[in-house]
């Protein structure tokens, strides 16, 4: 098992940043690539970016491509989602995701491709 704990979110104006963290543990941090999704009420969980366990590949959602930066610090079993120049239409629950190297190694963009979940945190941004 991999316990995934987000944390970072809030409440933040339009055009303002967050940093989520997803603190990881249970298993070697190394054998997971990552993920950040989020989901608004009434809607599926959508993927935001993905990340290689090197850290050395990353994928993002067109939506948010210039403005969020994933990243991990495998020393530190974390992966973080850099958020800037926040809109509104961001505001969600962000969770983030793991799974396993073994199942290949493209990034995957699918919720349902993926193994492991933490329990969200709430991102709203004000007009």
């Known amino acids: 098992q991999v316990q995934l704990v987000e944390s970072g979110g809030g409440l933040v104006q339009a055009g303002g940043s967050l940093r989520l963290s997803c603190a990881a543990s249970g298993r070697t941090f190394t054998n997971y690539a990552m993920g950040w999704f989020r989901q608004t009420p009434g809607k599926e969980r959508g993927f935001v970016a993905a990340?290689?366990?090197?850290?050395?590949?990353?994928n993002y959602a067109d939506s948010v491509k210039g403005r969020f930066t994933i990243s991990r610090d495998n020393a530190k079993n974390t992966v973080y989602l850099q958020m800037n120049s926040l809109k509104p239409e961001d505001t969600a629950v962000y969770y983030c995701?793991?799974?396993?190297?073994?199942?290949?190694?493209?990034?995957?963009?699918?919720?349902?491709?993926?193994?492991?979940w933490g329990q969200g945190t709430q991102v709203t941004v004000s007009s």
């Open positions: 990340i290689s366990w090197s850290g050395a590949r990353t």
């Open positions: 995701a793991a799974v396993d190297v073994s199942k290949g190694s493209s990034l995957r963009s699918q919720a349902r491709e993926y193994d492991y």
